[in-house]
C-alpha cells in the first residue's frame, strides 16, 4: 500500500508540474511577444571617459526597470571589425522586455526620462532599433 501512495503523490506532482508549465507558457503567450529595444549612442567626444559616464548613465537609470528580461550597456568591440559590423556608434544600450507594456512603462518612466534628459547634450546621433519576437528555448 505504501507504494501504491507514493506513485499516486509522484503522479500528482508531476501533473501538477506539467499543468503549470502550461500555464505558465499560456500566460505569456497571452503577453505577446518581447521587445527588444537597441540603442546606439555616437558621441560627440568619443573619449574613453565619456564612453564611461554614458555607460554608467545606463546603469544608474535604466537597468532596473519592471518587466526587463535582459540589460546590457557597453562599448563598441574595437577588435571586431568585420565588412558587415556598422562601427558608426560609441556606445550600445540594449534591453529586453516581456511585453510591449512593460517597453511602454519604461519609455515614459521618469528615470528614462532623466536619462535622456542628463545626458542628451553628449550625443552627436542616437540610433534606435525596435524589435518584437518570441523567445525560444534550446
Known amino acids: 500500500m505504501t507504494r501504491v501512495s507514493t506513485l499516486l503523490v509522484a503522479i500528482a506532482v508531476?501533473?501538477?508540474?506539467?499543468?503549470?508549465?502550461?500555464?505558465?507558457a499560456e500566460r505569456k503567450a497571452a503577453a505577446g511577444p518581447?521587445?527588444?529595444?537597441?540603442?546606439?549612442?555616437?558621441?560627440?567626444?568619443?573619449?574613453?571617459?565619456?564612453?564611461?559616464?554614458l555607460v554608467e548613465a545606463c546603469d544608474k537609470y535604466l537597468s532596473n526597470h519592471e518587466g526587463t528580461v535582459f540589460y546590457a550597456a557597453?562599448?563598441?568591440a574595437e577588435d571586431i571589425k568585420e565588412p558587415v559590423s556598422d562601427r558608426d556608434w560609441d556606445v550600445a544600450l540594449q534591453l529586453v522586455f516581456d511585453s510591449k507594456a512593460a517597453y511602454?512603462?519604461?519609455?515614459?518612466?521618469?528615470?528614462?526620462?532623466?536619462?535622456?534628459d542628463e545626458n542628451k547634450a553628449l550625443w552627436a546621433g542616437v540610433r534606435?532599433?525596435?524589435?518584437?519576437?518570441?523567445?525560444?528555448?534550446?
Open 34 to 53: 518581447h521587445i527588444g529595444h537597441m540603442v546606439y549612442f555616437k558621441l560627440k567626444d568619443a573619449s574613453a571617459a565619456n564612453k564611461q559616464k
Open 74 to 76: 557597453g562599448v563598441r
Open 14 to 24: 508531476g501533473l501538477t508540474a506539467v499543468l503549470s508549465a502550461a500555464e505558465r
Open 128 to 138: 534606435v532599433f525596435d524589435s518584437e519576437f518570441t523567445p525560444t528555448k534550446k
Open 104 to 116: 511602454t512603462k519604461y519609455a515614459k518612466h521618469p528615470e528614462h526620462l532623466k536619462f535622456i
